[in-house]
Nanobody, 118 residues
């Protein structure tokens, strides 16, 4: 089992930046991918970015590339998502997930709410 806990969300203004954190515990994550998703009210869940623990090359959704940045701290078993120049349309619940490969995410966190006011 892997337990994931997201943090760092909140109410921010358009143009602000946020850094979300996904702290993992339980099984070793050396062979897993960690990804960030978000889900806005009335919309489908959207993939944002992923990163491996042994391979640091990140992958981004085209819609967020250049404004979102994913990174990891192996010593803290934590993956971060930095969001710059926040927009009202970034308002959503942000989730992290862990799995063996793209689209194979087995463990999910509870999510952290990000609300961006205009």
């Amino acid at each position: 089992q892997v337990q994931l806990a997201e943090s760092g969300g909140g109410l921010v203004q358009a143009g602000d930046s946020l850094r979300l954190a996904c702290a993992a515990s339980g099984r070793t994550l050396s062979s897993y991918l960690t990804a960030w998703f978000r889900q806005a009210p009335g919309k489908d869940r959207e993939f944002l970015a992923r990163i491996g623990w042994s391979n640091t090359n990140p992958t981004y959704a085209s819609s967020v590339k250049g404004r979102f940045s994913i990174s990891r701290d192996s010593a803290k078993s934590t993956v971060y998502l930095e969001i710059n120049n926040l927009r009202p349309e970034d308002t959503a619940v942000y989730y992290c997930a862990v799995g063996k490969g793209p689209g194979q995410y087995t463990f999910w966190g509870q999510g952290t709410q990000v609300t961006v006011s205009s």
